[in-house]
């Protein structure tokens, strides 16, 4: 697990009042569930891990299946749709508490930039201890979505997104991943970010271009 900063926010440039409604998009507001959500979305991150990585006798594998389907049945009456359940939408959890996300933290945001840490955990294994590579344009845009709101510009959707692979991205390691906007021209905003190790070597960087919503478009 990274290591718990306090992270540093600058939301001088975000303007509430127009984040009221942008294209067809709703306001998303922070949940703030209880303790127990964040040991539950921890508890479920180590439970994929060990789904790709333990090997067991199909008798082992069998009584798991007959637990998790326990766990299906007790969750069931309680699924919510978008915007209700807090998965997502809390900011002070990794990942804003979403097992989608990779469970990483914002620790420097505001209109100059983003700058995120974490590691990546078993369950992103590509294979010979690296990372997937389909892992890292997940990251570098849902980085690039913070990068758009506290730039203060309007809900964009992803138009564009080129990634870089410089070196192999290690599982279990700390990182750092840091974005900037670049430019911006009328509905387009063009973004750029580097995913680094402690050290500083450049793993692999991306650029990408976010195009505002219409009124009408999801």
């Not at 290591?3 to 922070?30: C, L, M, T």
């Not at 891990?49 to 069998?62: F, K, P, Q």
Request: proline fraction near 8%.
């Amino acid at each position: 697990m990274s290591e718990r900063v306090e992270p540093v926010i600058d939301r001088s440039a975000v303007d509430d009042d127009r984040y009221e409604k942008h294209g067809g998009f709703p306001k998303i507001a922070e949940a703030q569930p209880g303790p127990n959500f964040g040991a539950f979305v921890e508890a479920m991150r180590t439970l994929q891990d060990l789904a790709v990585s333990v090997d067991c006798t199909d008798e082992e594998y069998g009584q798991a299946l007959a637990r998790a389907r326990q766990l299906i049945d007790f969750l069931e009456p309680y699924r919510a749709p978008e915007l209700q359940g807090p998965a997502g939408r809390v900011t002070t959890l990794p990942g804003r508490g979403s097992l989608l996300m990779p469970p990483w933290r914002v620790i420097e945001a505001g209109p100059t930039g983003v700058r995120m840490r974490g590691q990546f955990r078993r369950f992103h294994l590509g294979g010979n201890n690296a990372v997937h590579g389909g892992v890292l344009p997940l990251l570098f845009d849902d980085l690039f979505g913070s990068l758009v709101h506290y730039a203060g510009r309007p809900i964009s959707r992803t138009a564009f997104l080129h990634v870089n692979y410089r070196k192999v991205t290690p599982l279990e390691t700390p990182l750092q991943v840091e974005g900037t906007v670049d430019r911006i021209e009328g509905r387009k905003t063009f973004v750029t970010a580097r995913l680094l190790d402690e050290s500083e070597t450049l793993l692999a960087d991306c650029e990408g271009l976010m195009v505002q919503l219409l009124p009408w478009q999801p």
